[in-house]
């Protein structure tokens, strides 16, 4: 009998899954992560506009907490602004756990396929996320999309899992198969 042919034992994975992912996000993956798409969108800003760039700091020297800091040239004049990273940089911590898992669940190719697949649609619309950030005072057409953006990266992280279970039916009735 196959321990994950259970949808139970398949949750009870995904969940302790999850749990590790949080703690090594607590570690230091999120600073890693957040170092990655911070260097790849000052290459791509570098291309568009050379009078922006984005660094993640610490909020102080005394604080924990980090924010993505932004300097551009707003009305003329060079100017900074922070913004807050949890909500931009925490979904990862669903998809890192829900493509982990699928390595438990289908075939090695798919899981591969999907993990690269995923990763790089959530990184490129967190890199146009940056990238819309730093213009964000020069322009109502990046307002306007940086606001849907805003507090959309759970959502996105959502349909990313959703069209997986969708497409390898990894949690469903009747006879659990690995794809």
Do not use: C
């Not at 060079?78 to 979904?91: A, D, F, M, T």
């Not at 699928?102 to 990763?119: D, E, G, P, Q």
């Not at 959530?122 to 950030?133: A, E, P, V």
């Not at 730093?134 to 990313?160: E, K, M, P, W």
């Amino acid at each position: 009998m196959n321990i994950l042919s259970t949808n139970r034992n398949k949750i009870l994975l995904l969940i302790l899954i999850s749990f590790l992912i949080f703690i090594g996000w607590n570690y230091g993956v999120e600073t890693a992560y957040a170092k990655l798409l911070v260097t790849t969108s000052n290459i791509s800003l570098g291309i568009i506009n050379k009078d922006a760039n984005i660094k993640y700091e610490k909020v102080d020297k005394d604080s924990e907490l980090y924010h993505f800091k932004v300097t551009a040239v707003i009305n003329g004049r060079r100017g900074s602004y922070p913004q807050e990273v949890g909500g931009i940089l925490q979904p990862l911590i669903i998809i890192l756990s829900w493509q982990i898992f699928l390595f438990f669940v289908i075939n090695l190719k798919l899981a591969i396929r999907s993990l690269l697949t995923n990763f790089s649609i959530y990184m490129l619309i967190q890199i146009i996320f940056l990238i819309l950030l730093s213009g964000y005072y020069n322009s109502t057409a990046q307002q306007f999309v940086f606001s849907i953006l805003l507090d959309s990266f759970y959502i996105i992280a959502l349909i990313l899992i959703i069209k997986d279970n969708i497409l390898f039916s990894v949690f469903s009735r009747g006879t659990n198969k690995k794809s």
